[in-house]
């Protein structure tokens, strides 16, 4: 009996390690494919092409579906509701690449993948070594599910904005560089991205303040008080700020350049720090989940 409930429990493990494996290998891959064929060859990659090929586009959304369904069979497959820091930077992975995804067929953004990409696939595969906590009582209450659907929504957005930031900072610097690295491929002029930076920022500053209204109301429901100031909440607080800074310094002084960049990797790591910074701690150095 012994035996054969290790031998049981060895398959569903090995099981759902090739199911989170299967799209983050696939993500790998991609990434390499976008490296190779929009970085290393720069501007002579693609030459015309202002979208993502079929085939490129058809592989990346099956690797999503993948993920998604590793996902919910990790958090919902159990009786009862499973969530912690690795759930966290999955789905806000799986979010960003659905946001990704849809950004690029307005836009040209050939060059992002290889930056998002690599990320991803570690996201995706995390959830089958990190179990997370098991989710019970009023935390599958109503509002509690909403603020964790909003929250990963802003994270997702945030994300979006940090890989932009990331590749903006990167164009930048190989254009004051010439001759050293060419730009990659497939991207539209640094104006436009900054204009998509700040409409990513937007939209996930307006998710994030739902989240914090949101946390209120779930924190009213379980605690019996409007606010606990944690490390969470602080971080999230900060980040908030940050956003809210920014936002307002490019609507009222047309902030731009370094300014936006450094603001939303400043806000971007806040944010990190709130939920999934916090979970790791518990769930990984302090074994409190």
Known sequence: MVFASALLHYNHLMAKILLHASSGLVYAMLALHFWRSRW???????????????WERCVLTAAVFLHAIAIAHDMLGDVEFRFGFAHALSIMALLALVFYGVESMFYPLEGMPALVLPPAALCAFMPAFFAGALMTGKTTAPAFVAHVIIAMGAYAFIAIAAAHATLMA???RRLHSPGRHAAPAGLPPLLTMERLLFQMLAAGFVLLTLTLASGVVFSEEIFGRALRFDHKTVFSLIAWLIFAVLLLGRHAYGWRGRA????????????LLAYIGTRFVLEVVLNRV
């Open 40 to 54: 290393q060859l720069g501007g002579t990659a693609a030459a015309g092409s202002t979208r993502l090929r079929v």
């Open 170 to 172: 990167i164009i930048e």
């Open 260 to 271: 936006a960049l450094h603001g939303t990797f400043a806000g971007f790591g806040m944010l």
